[in-house]
Nanobody
Framework: QVQLVESGGGLVQPGGSLRLSCAASGSITSIYTMGWFRQAPGKQRELVATITNGGITDYADSVKGRFTISRDSAANTVVLQMNSLKPEDTARYYC????????WGQGTQVTVSS
């Protein structure tokens, strides 16, 4: 089993920044993909950003140029730096890790509002 613990959500004004972290523990493998999905009320869960163990990243078009995903392999941690936040970024953000199967974190709320 793999456990994922997220941190860093909160309330921020439009144009502000937040940093989300996701720490993985348990039966960790060296080959994986980690990333973030988000889900706003009444909407489907959507992919935000991913990163592979090799450092290859991918982003949703809606966040390109504003969000950056990075990893600390030694700490089994993935970080999502979110800049220039918009009200439409408001959602619950879920960390995931894929290795043989997909594991999910509990989610952390991000609210962008003035």
């Amino acid at each position: 089993q793999v456990q994922l613990v997220e941190s860093g959500g909160g309330l921020v004004q439009p144009g502000g920044s937040l940093r989300l972290s996701c720490a993985a523990s348990g039966s960790i493998t060296s080959i994986y993909t980690m990333g973030w999905f988000r889900q706003a009320p009444g909407k489907q869960r959507e992919l935000v950003a991913t990163i592979t163990n090799g450092g290859i990243t991918d982003y949703a078009d809606s966040v390109k140029g504003r969000f950056t995903i990075s990893r600390d392999s030694a700490a089994n941690t993935v970080v999502l730096q979110m800049n220039s936040l918009k009200p439409e970024d408001t959602a619950r953000y879920y960390c995931y890790r894929r290795q043989y199967k997909i594991y999910w974190g509990q989610g952390t709320q991000v609210t962008v509002s003035s």
